[in-house]
């Protein structure tokens, strides 16, 4: 399928590019079923997109990139499309992502142009314009945990109380999160997706994007699963995001104890959900190195719900199917 695939885009790209000479490297392969490719000409680059038509929807791409375009955040533009194949020619951003290039010297600046760059987006929010973030597809996401990281990669069934356990977890998770100002959400804003550019940053895989919880994307960010810091730099930085977001008038708490709890119980939810998509990546689609994540992903969960009494019981779940010895009060 990829040869053929392959021959049909270098066919398009010839056409569109008239007739001009190029090449094709592979750019990134990400947990879709998207591929990319740099477009190599005598003085420039582009990027293409081969997204099969029957597996994406490259008019979301081009619908989210034109909005976020319209928001001022740097973006890939859409030079030409072909919707029914699935191609499109977008315009370079680099090699340099956020992952390569984050140190601990680096990290202070580099975040800050990304919460700016958040901010920009939730400032433009309006409702009506992209699917909500609504309480059926939290909760939908959370149901790959028990479908795929429970089940089919520890190979465990839980009993009732277990279940119910899960319940309970799932739904005080959801009627939390609900509460928050929404707002646009990019929905996968992290260190592999952010690009260090010239006008820093720039943004790709967007296409899933929301209208829905404040804290999200910032979660996305910070307790990325694939870069882990300290958590009193990792403090300073919500702090920081969480004045100016005041200052810009976005709907967070006044109180900055009561945004930190949400910020927390938003991440809960984000690591529910990414450990049931890393095993299913893993057992489903044969991407098995989305496994080396885990353990960090992990670490986050467990921490979160050993710090709030509500979610005791699900940090006693995680001992159970881990393999934890719990010992005095809970163990992290």
Not at 226 to 255: C, F, H, Q, T
Request: aromatic share 12%; proline share 4%.
């Amino acid at each position: 399928m990829f040869v053929d695939r392959n021959k049909e885009l270098e066919q398009w790209l010839a056409g569109v590019l008239a007739g001009e000479m190029f090449s094709l490297t592979t750019a990134s392969a990400d947990a879709s079923f998207r591929r990319y490719f740099r477009v190599h000409l005598d003085d420039r680059t582009f990027i293409a997109m081969d997204a099969p038509p029957h597996q994406e929807n490259c008019q979301t791409f081009v619908a989210v990139a034109q909005l976020f375009l319209d928001c001022g955040l740097n973006v890939p533009e859409v030079l030409a499309q072909d919707l029914q194949q699935g191609f499109l020619l977008l315009s370079d951003l680099g090699n340099d992502t956020y992952l390569s290039k984050l140190t601990k010297e680096s990290a202070p600046l580099l975040y800050g142009d990304a919460s700016k760059a958040l901010i920009k987006l939730q400032v433009a929010s309006l409702p009506g314009v992209l699917p909500e973030y609504d309480a059926e597809l939290l909760m939908r996401e959370m149901q790959l945990f028990p479908d795929w990281y429970i089940k089919q990669h520890l190979g465990t069934e839980l009993d009732e109380a277990q279940q119910a356990v899960l319940h309970q977890t799932f739904t005080t998770l959801v009627n939390h999160i609900m509460r928050q100002g929404q707002v646009y959400v990019h929905r996968d804003y992290h260190s592999r997706n952010l690009m260090v550019c010239a006008n820093n940053p720039g943004i790709l895989d967007f296409q899933d994007a929301v209208y829905g919880p404040i804290t999200y994307d910032l979660v996305s960010l910070l307790k990325d699963a694939y870069i882990s810091w300290e958590e009193a730099d990792m403090m300073d930085w919500v702090v920081r995001y969480w004045d100016a977001a005041r200052k810009a008038k976005l709907p967070v708490p006044s109180d900055f104890s009561e945004f930190y709890r949400d910020f927390q119980w938003m991440g809960a939810q984000r690591h529910i959900k990414v450990l049931g998509i890393f095993a299913r990546l893993s057992h489903r689609d044969g991407k098995d190195g989305y496994l080396k994540d885990m353990p960090l992903v992990m670490d986050y969960l467990r921490r979160v719900c050993g710090r709030y009494l509500e979610l005791r019981p699900m940090l006693k779940l995680l001992n159970t199917l881990e393999g934890y010895q719990e010992k005095a009060g809970y163990t992290f």
